[in-house]
């Protein structure tokens, strides 16, 4: 059965930075399309970043230049480092994988989820 275990969120200051990791079992993390989402109260999932089986990446603009996305393949992970955090970055995020190989925006696309980490971006 997958599992996606996320940890590394928490509280940090504007302009701080946070690294979220992402443990997953019974899926290969080079093998299929994984991506970070997040979500607030009242609105829809956002994505974050994906990355794709061929390394491709692509991020959400409001993050661009900020974030980055990464697979660590001997440990099986996905990580993304989160710099320059803004108050509007307050969210819990979450890692999902999907059953295919190249990655998409809507959440809807996504086949697995984690239980999610909250971050939280003070002024």
């Known amino acids: 059965q997958v599992h996606l275990m996320e940890s590394g969120g928490g509280s940090v200051q504007a302009g701080g930075s946070l690294r979220l990791s992402c443990e997953v079992s019974?899926?290969?993390?080079?093998?299929?399309?994984m991506a970070w989402f997040r979500r607030t109260p009242g609105k829809e999932s956002e994505m974050v970043a994906y990355i794709e089986k061929n390394g491709s990446t692509d991020y959400a603009e409001s993050v661009q230049g900020r974030f980055t996305i990464a697979r660590d393949n001997t440990k099986n992970t996905l990580t993304l480092q989160m710099n320059s955090l803004k108050p509007e970055d307050t969210a819990i995020y979450y890692c999902?994988?999907?059953?295919?190989?190249?990655?998409?925006?809507?959440?809807?696309?996504?086949?697995?989820w984690g239980q999610g980490t909250q971050v939280t971006v003070s002024s």
């Open positions: 999902v994988g999907r059953q295919g190989v190249a990655c998409y925006r809507p959440s809807y696309y996504y086949d697995y």
């Open positions: 019974a899926y290969t993390v080079t093998k299929y399309c």
